[in-house]
């Protein structure tokens, strides 16, 4: 009886095998090269030895800019009369106000104005100077009142809450 000869398997081609894990491979640094941030080129002074210790450089310091706080603050004078003081300083009428506020509001719109307005004063007159600041674009227009609720010297009964900004704001 013949014995059934056995067959040699035929080789494998190994290759095939190491050719599909390099492709696995560059597909995956591929796709996590794509979501990685790209290296910006920094630059080099490379003039001069290199065995020379260069000089630290120290960093240069950003002072921060912080819009002025304009206060208007109206008041009945005597008669019929309303004084107008800009931070403190006296206008002579509205046209020296208007003047000083075009001014101010032509150098930095986003300076914050504060009217301070005793309850004495006719509402006209200080919407007037209240439009007067939107006309001019300033970007924030407050009101400041005193602690009790009441403008300086105010003798009326209304009652707001106050924040501490309101208080700093109107001393």
């Known amino acids: 009886m013949?014995?059934?000869?056995?067959?040699?398997?035929?080789p494998v081609d190994s290759m095939n095998a190491l050719i599909d894990v390099v492709f696995l491979l560059l597909v995956f640094f591929v796709c996590a090269a794509t979501g990685s941030i790209a290296d910006q080129i920094l630059p080099?002074?490379?003039q001069g030895d290199a065995t020379e210790a260069v000089q630290p450089v120290?960093?240069?310091?950003?002072?921060?800019?912080?819009h002025?706080?304009?206060r208007i603050r109206l008041q009945p004078a005597a008669g019929d009369q309303l004084e107008i003081l800009l931070n403190d300083q006296p206008q002579s009428d509205t046209e020296q106000l208007r003047s000083a506020l075009t001014q101010l509001a032509q150098l930095d719109p986003a300076?914050?104005?504060?009217?301070?307005?005793?309850?004495?004063?006719?509402?006209?007159?200080?919407?007037?100077?209240?439009?007067?600041?939107?006309?001019?674009?300033?970007?924030n227009i407050s009101f400041?009142?005193?602690?009790?609720?009441?403008?300086?010297?105010?003798?009326?009964?209304?009652?707001?809450?106050?924040?501490?900004?309101?208080?700093a704001a109107n001393p």
């Open 44 to 46: 080099a002074d490379l």
């Open 111 to 139: 300076s914050t104005v504060v009217l301070s307005i005793h309850d004495d004063v006719n509402v006209g007159r200080f919407i007037a100077i209240y439009d007067l600041c939107q006309q001019l674009q300033f970007e």
């Open 58 to 66: 120290e960093p240069q310091t950003v002072q921060r800019w912080e």
């Open 2 to 10: 013949k014995r059934p000869v056995r067959r040699k398997p035929e």
């Open 144 to 167: 400041a009142i005193s602690a009790g609720g009441r403008s300086q010297g105010s003798t009326g009964s209304g009652s707001l809450p106050v924040t501490a900004e309101d208080d």
């Open 68 to 70: 002025p706080i304009l």
